[in-house]
């Protein structure tokens, strides 16, 4: 089943230090790649994707995500981690070569940044 | 622009009766998702409209769920009779798709379904 996986239910990091939530995929034809994050009582906002060209996207609120394909990942990252990035985050896919084309999200990862 | 508008924020009711969501997607956009969100099964697409078209309603639970888009700016889902494993936040998404597909999805602020 093509699909995303996120391996970590939580990540802790400590404010001003840098943050990665992983981020894998499983799929057989040309994946587009989103980042969302969903704040308590909100809907998701959009991050970042990936389409094509370079591995490196940058996206919103300082966040970036490198596009790994020997290693089918896309982990989502920050230098300097920030109190207010305190959020569940979404990896999602996007399959291009199927007729199925709404995007598939992944369980979520809650990020705590302690202060 | 007012972005995707749900309504209502909550909803509670009891087992056996109707439930409609509403949502109202961002002017200009031509697709349109239902989403349901829960603890146990996180995010499910439940069925996407293209241009007012169901495209794919393979992710709805049974019959007694069901979506309409009478026209551009306005959907509906609807669950009859409700249950309570039917409880959850339900998502209404739209975004303005081109033949690229990476079109970002914007998110209404979701209703929060209690069935009794």
Known sequence: AQSVAQPEDQVNVAEGNPLTVKCT???SGNPYLFWYVQYPNRGLQFLL????????????????????????SFHLKKPSALVSDSALYFCAVRIMDTGRRALTFGSGTRLQVQP | ????????????????????????????????FWYRQTMMRGLELLIYFNNNVPIDDSGMPEDRFSAKMPNASFSTLKIQPSEPRDSAVYFCASSGEDRSFNSPLHFGNGTRLTVT
């Open chain 1, 49 to 72: 994707k990936y389409i094509t060209g370079d591995n490196l996207v940058k996206g919103s609120y300082g966040f970036e995500a490198e596009f790994n394909k020997s290693q089918t």
């Open chain 1, 25 to 27: 995929y499983s799929v």
């Open chain 2, 1 to 32: 622009d007012a972005g995707v508008i749900q309504s209502p924020r909550h909803e509670v009711t009891e087992m056996g009766q109707e439930v409609t969501l509403r949502c109202k997607p961002i002017s200009g956009h031509n697709s349109l």
